[in-house]
Nanobody, 115 residues
Framework: VQLQASGGGLVQAGGSLRLSCVAS????????MGWYLQAPGKQRELVAR???????FYADSVKGRFTISRDNAESTVHLQMGSLKPDDTGIYYC??????????WGQGTLVTVSS
């Protein structure tokens, strides 16, 4: 199983980034997919999640600014991030979950938002 996240980088406040996570080794289309943020000195927290059926859920802090989407044909989940703030800084991890099974985690991609 692999979850390869990419798209992170350094961006100024107010800017945009698009994260991608390419999955392999499991039946992607039946898994719920999520993006989590681990900010410096903080615990990992859910940013956005999309179910296998395509329903999206967002943390209050990113509603209206981030959009999660999935492409089952490409086994990829995206996170379009806009109006970025310094508080969005941290490592973003991709996660795949299916019912009560142990979830899969990717290696993370670093996003740094400068003020």
């Amino acid at each position: 199983v692999q979850l390869q996240a990419s798209g992170g980088g350094l961006v100024q406040a107010g800017g945009s980034l698009r994260l991608s996570c390419v999955a392999s080794g499991f039946p992607f289309s039946i898994y719920d997919m999520g993006w989590y943020l681990q900010a410096p000195g903080k615990q990992r927290e859910l940013v956005a999640r999309i179910t296998s059926g395509g329903s999206a859920f967002y943390a209050d802090s990113v509603k209206g600014r981030f959009t999660i989407s999935r492409d089952n044909a490409e086994s990829t989940v995206h996170l379009q991030m806009g109006s970025l703030k310094p508080d969005d800084t941290g490592i973003y991890y991709c996660r795949a979950s299916f019912r009560l099974r142990e979830p899969y985690w990717g290696q993370g991609t670093l996003v740094t938002v400068s003020s």
